[in-house]
Protein backbone atom coordinates (compact mmCIF):
# COMPACT_ATOMS: atom_id res chain seq x y z
CA UNK A 1 0.00 0.00 0.00
CA UNK A 2 1.90 2.99 -1.01
CA UNK A 3 1.27 5.92 1.41
CA UNK A 4 2.57 8.72 -0.29
CA UNK A 5 1.20 9.39 -3.96
CA UNK A 6 3.10 11.78 -6.74
CA UNK A 7 2.70 11.98 -10.34
CA UNK A 8 6.29 10.94 -11.56
CA UNK A 9 5.82 13.05 -14.66
CA UNK A 10 7.94 14.47 -16.41
CA UNK A 11 5.80 18.07 -16.33
CA UNK A 12 6.91 20.54 -18.74
CA UNK A 13 6.66 24.04 -18.20
CA UNK A 14 7.68 27.34 -20.48
CA UNK A 15 10.22 29.40 -18.51
CA UNK A 16 8.17 32.36 -16.27
CA UNK A 17 5.47 29.75 -16.01
CA UNK A 18 3.70 28.27 -12.74
CA UNK A 19 4.98 25.10 -12.33
CA UNK A 20 2.02 22.83 -9.77
CA UNK A 21 3.01 19.80 -8.49
CA UNK A 22 1.20 17.90 -6.48
CA UNK A 23 1.11 14.92 -3.87
CA UNK A 24 -1.76 12.79 -2.42
CA UNK A 25 -1.28 10.74 1.25
CA UNK A 26 -3.00 8.10 2.71
CA UNK A 27 -2.54 8.16 6.32
CA UNK A 28 -4.40 10.70 8.02
CA UNK A 29 -2.77 11.14 11.20
CA UNK A 30 0.10 12.72 9.24
CA UNK A 31 0.92 15.91 10.53
CA UNK A 32 3.95 17.60 8.59
CA UNK A 33 4.60 18.06 5.37
CA UNK A 34 7.75 18.96 3.11
CA UNK A 35 8.89 19.05 -0.37
CA UNK A 36 12.54 18.36 -1.21
CA UNK A 37 14.06 19.16 -4.58
CA UNK A 38 16.87 16.26 -5.78
CA UNK A 39 18.81 17.23 -8.86
CA UNK A 40 20.03 14.23 -10.54
CA UNK A 41 23.01 12.79 -8.79
CA UNK A 42 22.81 14.97 -5.79
CA UNK A 43 20.46 14.56 -2.16
CA UNK A 44 17.45 15.99 -1.47
CA UNK A 45 17.85 19.46 -0.59
CA UNK A 46 14.38 20.91 1.70
CA UNK A 47 12.35 23.55 -0.16
CA UNK A 48 9.20 23.81 2.22
CA UNK A 49 7.80 22.68 5.00
CA UNK A 50 4.08 23.43 5.71
CA UNK A 51 1.86 21.91 9.10
CA UNK A 52 -1.92 23.58 8.76
CA UNK A 53 -4.42 23.65 6.07
CA UNK A 54 -4.15 26.67 3.83
CA UNK A 55 -0.74 28.02 1.80
CA UNK A 56 2.09 29.39 3.08
CA UNK A 57 4.65 31.12 0.90
CA UNK A 58 8.10 31.50 0.47
CA UNK A 59 9.79 33.79 -2.58
CA UNK A 60 8.61 32.24 -5.78
CA UNK A 61 7.44 28.73 -4.18
CA UNK A 62 3.63 27.99 -2.07
CA UNK A 63 3.10 25.33 -0.44
CA UNK A 64 -0.80 24.33 -0.25
CA UNK A 65 -2.45 21.62 2.12
CA UNK A 66 -5.85 20.31 2.39
CA UNK A 67 -5.88 17.96 4.91
CA UNK A 68 -9.21 17.04 4.34
CA UNK A 69 -8.85 16.14 0.84
CA UNK A 70 -5.08 14.78 1.73
CA UNK A 71 -3.59 16.81 -0.55
CA UNK A 72 -0.15 18.96 -0.61
CA UNK A 73 0.90 20.87 -3.59
CA UNK A 74 4.01 22.74 -4.54
CA UNK A 75 3.41 26.01 -6.76
CA UNK A 76 6.72 27.26 -8.27
CA UNK A 77 6.04 30.93 -10.10
CA UNK A 78 8.43 32.15 -12.41
CA UNK A 79 9.46 28.76 -13.36
CA UNK A 80 13.12 29.18 -14.46
CA UNK A 81 15.44 26.26 -16.34
CA UNK A 82 17.63 25.74 -12.81
CA UNK A 83 14.04 24.46 -11.07
CA UNK A 84 14.31 21.60 -13.49
CA UNK A 85 14.99 18.78 -10.74
CA UNK A 86 12.83 15.73 -9.41
CA UNK A 87 10.47 17.05 -6.31
CA UNK A 88 9.53 14.90 -3.79
CA UNK A 89 6.77 15.14 -1.47
CA UNK A 90 7.48 13.93 2.09
CA UNK A 91 5.00 13.30 5.11
CA UNK A 92 5.64 12.79 8.80
CA UNK A 93 3.56 10.65 10.58
CA UNK A 94 2.26 11.77 14.16
CA UNK A 95 4.26 9.79 16.33
CA UNK A 96 6.78 8.76 14.37
CA UNK A 97 9.90 11.23 13.59
CA UNK A 98 10.87 9.39 10.13
CA UNK A 99 9.85 10.77 6.87
CA UNK A 100 7.74 8.63 4.02
CA UNK A 101 8.22 9.86 0.62
CA UNK A 102 6.82 9.83 -2.82
CA UNK A 103 8.81 8.81 -6.10
CA UNK A 104 9.14 12.16 -7.01
CA UNK A 105 7.93 14.40 -10.00
CA UNK A 106 10.78 15.28 -12.82
CA UNK A 107 10.02 18.56 -13.65
CA UNK A 108 11.75 20.10 -16.89
CA UNK A 109 11.63 23.63 -17.47
CA UNK A 110 12.41 24.96 -21.12
CA UNK A 111 13.79 28.03 -22.06
CA UNK B 1 25.20 22.88 2.58
CA UNK B 2 23.16 21.26 5.60
CA UNK B 3 26.29 20.78 7.54
CA UNK B 4 26.01 17.09 7.53
CA UNK B 5 28.48 14.83 5.68
CA UNK B 6 28.85 11.59 4.68
CA UNK B 7 32.01 9.77 3.25
CA UNK B 8 32.67 7.67 1.03
CA UNK B 9 31.10 9.50 -1.54
CA UNK B 10 30.78 6.19 -4.06
CA UNK B 11 31.60 3.03 -3.12
CA UNK B 12 31.90 -0.27 -5.21
CA UNK B 13 31.56 -3.91 -3.24
CA UNK B 14 30.94 -7.45 -4.81
CA UNK B 15 28.26 -9.51 -3.49
CA UNK B 16 28.35 -11.07 -0.05
CA UNK B 17 30.70 -8.35 0.96
CA UNK B 18 30.21 -6.06 3.67
CA UNK B 19 29.94 -2.21 3.97
CA UNK B 20 30.50 0.53 6.35
CA UNK B 21 28.87 3.82 5.60
CA UNK B 22 29.51 6.96 7.80
CA UNK B 23 27.82 10.32 8.65
CA UNK B 24 28.55 13.11 10.99
CA UNK B 25 25.56 14.97 11.49
CA UNK B 26 25.36 18.93 12.00
CA UNK B 27 26.02 20.28 15.23
CA UNK B 28 23.28 21.10 17.78
CA UNK B 29 21.06 17.81 15.95
CA UNK B 30 21.21 14.41 18.36
CA UNK B 31 18.69 12.70 15.70
CA UNK B 32 20.24 10.56 12.55
CA UNK B 33 17.76 8.69 9.81
CA UNK B 34 19.48 6.86 7.11
CA UNK B 35 17.90 6.18 3.95
CA UNK B 36 17.74 3.83 0.96
CA UNK B 37 17.25 5.45 -2.68
CA UNK B 38 17.12 3.23 -5.16
CA UNK B 39 17.67 4.88 -9.05
CA UNK B 40 14.29 6.32 -9.79
CA UNK B 41 12.11 5.95 -6.57
CA UNK B 42 11.74 7.84 -3.18
CA UNK B 43 14.13 7.62 -0.19
CA UNK B 44 13.44 4.71 2.09
CA UNK B 45 13.67 4.66 5.56
CA UNK B 46 16.02 2.52 7.09
CA UNK B 47 16.27 3.04 10.80
CA UNK B 48 16.77 6.37 12.89
CA UNK B 49 18.83 6.76 15.84
CA UNK B 50 18.34 8.91 18.92
CA UNK B 51 20.69 9.55 21.67
CA UNK B 52 22.85 6.28 20.38
CA UNK B 53 19.60 4.50 20.28
CA UNK B 54 18.04 2.65 17.36
CA UNK B 55 14.13 4.27 18.16
CA UNK B 56 12.58 2.68 14.52
CA UNK B 57 12.79 0.82 11.97
CA UNK B 58 12.11 0.68 7.91
CA UNK B 59 10.85 -2.58 6.52
CA UNK B 60 14.77 -3.88 5.76
CA UNK B 61 16.28 -6.70 7.11
CA UNK B 62 19.00 -7.24 10.06
CA UNK B 63 22.00 -7.44 8.12
CA UNK B 64 21.55 -3.23 7.57
CA UNK B 65 22.17 -2.39 11.43
CA UNK B 66 23.71 1.21 12.50
CA UNK B 67 25.20 2.48 15.28
CA UNK B 68 25.48 6.50 16.75
CA UNK B 69 28.35 7.67 18.52
CA UNK B 70 28.31 10.33 21.21
CA UNK B 71 29.30 12.99 19.40
CA UNK B 72 26.08 12.22 17.30
CA UNK B 73 28.01 10.82 14.33
CA UNK B 74 26.30 7.63 12.52
CA UNK B 75 27.78 4.46 10.66
CA UNK B 76 25.04 2.15 8.78
CA UNK B 77 26.48 -1.28 8.48
CA UNK B 78 25.17 -3.68 5.65
CA UNK B 79 26.48 -7.49 6.21
CA UNK B 80 26.15 -9.98 3.15
CA UNK B 81 25.41 -7.46 -0.01
CA UNK B 82 22.99 -8.11 -2.58
CA UNK B 83 22.86 -6.57 -6.04
CA UNK B 84 19.48 -5.00 -4.69
CA UNK B 85 21.53 -3.05 -2.39
CA UNK B 86 22.80 -0.43 -5.22
CA UNK B 87 21.66 2.81 -4.40
CA UNK B 88 22.26 5.81 -2.86
CA UNK B 89 22.41 5.80 1.11
CA UNK B 90 21.58 9.06 2.62
CA UNK B 91 22.34 9.89 6.13
CA UNK B 92 19.40 12.98 7.79
CA UNK B 93 19.57 14.70 11.13
CA UNK B 94 17.31 16.16 12.63
CA UNK B 95 17.51 19.40 15.38
CA UNK B 96 16.56 19.01 18.47
CA UNK B 97 13.35 20.09 19.97
CA UNK B 98 9.88 19.43 18.26
CA UNK B 99 10.96 20.42 14.44
CA UNK B 100 10.64 17.73 12.34
CA UNK B 101 12.40 19.10 9.76
CA UNK B 102 15.27 16.52 8.59
CA UNK B 103 18.80 18.14 6.39
CA UNK B 104 20.36 15.67 3.88
CA UNK B 105 23.84 14.64 3.59
CA UNK B 106 25.51 14.21 0.27
CA UNK B 107 24.86 10.53 -0.17
CA UNK B 108 26.97 7.75 -0.61
CA UNK B 109 26.31 5.64 -3.98
CA UNK B 110 26.92 2.56 -3.87
CA UNK B 111 27.33 -0.32 -6.63
CA UNK B 112 26.84 -4.14 -5.62
CA UNK B 113 28.53 -6.29 -8.53
Known amino acids: QKEVEQNSGPLSVPEGAIASLNCTYSDRGSQSFFWYRQYSGKSPELIMFIYSNGDKEDGRFTAQLNKASQYVSLLIRDSQPSDSATYLCAVNIRGYSTLTFGKGTMLLVSP | ETGVTQSPTHLIKTRGQQVTLRCSSQSGHNTVSWYQQALGQGPQFIFQ???????GRGNFPPRFSGLQFPNYSSELNVNALELDDSALYLC????????????FGPGTRLLVL
Open chain 2, 49 to 55: YYREEEN
Open chain 2, 92 to 103: ASRPQGPQETQY
